[in-house]
């Protein structure tokens, strides 16, 4: 079972979208994938078409050990893509939290005490809010891997930098199992001058920490949340269908 976290602090450079497609992609290639909603603003929960109800059950209640991982762990439209729905009731953990000791050992707390359900997956995705809190620091902290979706602009590439000695500290700190698995660059507009060249600027400074497959600009990833579906069901010929399963064929590569 692979446990990875999708982090950026900085916000919209494509956490969920890759979070919630890529689990699609390796889905297709007969992976069982259990996604963690870990940011209130409940994205990759409604991209797999789930719409919570008012008083229905999040990761909120599961990361603070009041009930059973079955209670909350709802099955996607895709057999084999499970997740952990959230809503912004999970912003209040972060106060629920401040008071406690070891507050940051949550989520991997929860994760150790249901291992006999979590082991029936071979992926456990953790999709990040956009921000270094505490909802981050323990997606981080019950992680073995992270992932990086970064966009190809000057402000991204700068913002990188913190977020990688962010990185090193939880690891030193923390976490020390804590390994970046890569970093994605992701809605990569090729008739733009800075695309190539912050490009060949991540690849200079990361070289193979930087994903072979990136994923490129696709108006079709950006529509199908609002269907409630993955690239692959709303448009299945698209170039983000075509960016997703090569990603996810290299990641099952980095992985072996
Ligand atoms: N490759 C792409 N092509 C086109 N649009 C994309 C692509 N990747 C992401 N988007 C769109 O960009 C926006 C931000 O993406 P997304 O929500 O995945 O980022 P995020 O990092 O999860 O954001 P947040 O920080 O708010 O959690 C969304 O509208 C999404 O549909
Ligand atoms: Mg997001």
Same mark, same amino acid.
């Given at each position: 079972?692979?446990?990875?976290? &999708? ?16 689990? %699609? ?13 870990? /940011? ?14 008012? /008083? ?23 057999? /084999? ?43 456990? &995705? ?15 902290? %019950? ?62 400074? &990361? ?24 690239? &692959? ?9 075509? /960016? ?13």
């Amino acid at each position: 079972m692979n446990i990875i976290a &999708f982090s950026n602090q900085k916000g919209g450079t494509g956490k969920t979208t890759i979070c919630v497609n890529l689990a %699609a992609g390796l889905v297709k290639l007969k992976e069982r994938v259990l996604i963690i909603d870990l /940011d209130p603003q409940g994205n990759s929960t409604v991209s797999v078409g789930i719409n919570l109800k008012f /008083d229905d059950l999040t990761v909120r209640e599961f990361i603070l050990g009041e009930v059973r991982i079955e209670d909350v762990m709802v099955d996607s439209y895709i057999g /084999d893509l499970s997740i952990l729905p959230s809503n912004p009731d999970l912003a209040h953990l972060e106060l629920e939290l401040s008071n406690k000791s070891k507050n940051q050992f949550y989520l991997k707390k929860a994760i150790e005490n249901s291992l006999d359900v979590l082991n029936s997956f071979d992926y456990i &995705f953790i999709d990040c809010p956009p921000s270094l809190s505490l909802l981050t620091v323990n997606g981080l902290c %019950a992680s073995k891997y992270v992932i990086i979706p970064v966009l190809a602009d000057f402000l991204s590439l700068q913002g990188l930098t913190n977020l990688l000695e962010t990185i090193d500290m939880i690891k030193k700190k923390l976490n020390p199992e804590l390994e970046i698995l890569g970093i994605i660059p992701n809605m990569l507009d090729y008739r733009l001058k800075i695309t190539e060249e912050s490009l060949s600027l991540l690849r200079e400074k &990361f070289k193979d920490k930087v994903f072979k497959n990136v994923i490129k600009v696709c108006s079709r990833l950006r529509e199908s949340p609002s269907y409630g579906k993955t690239i &692959f069901d709303y448009a299945k010929n698209s170039q983000g269908a075509i /960016d997703f399963i090569n990603l996810a064929k290299e990641i099952k590569r980095r992985l072996k």
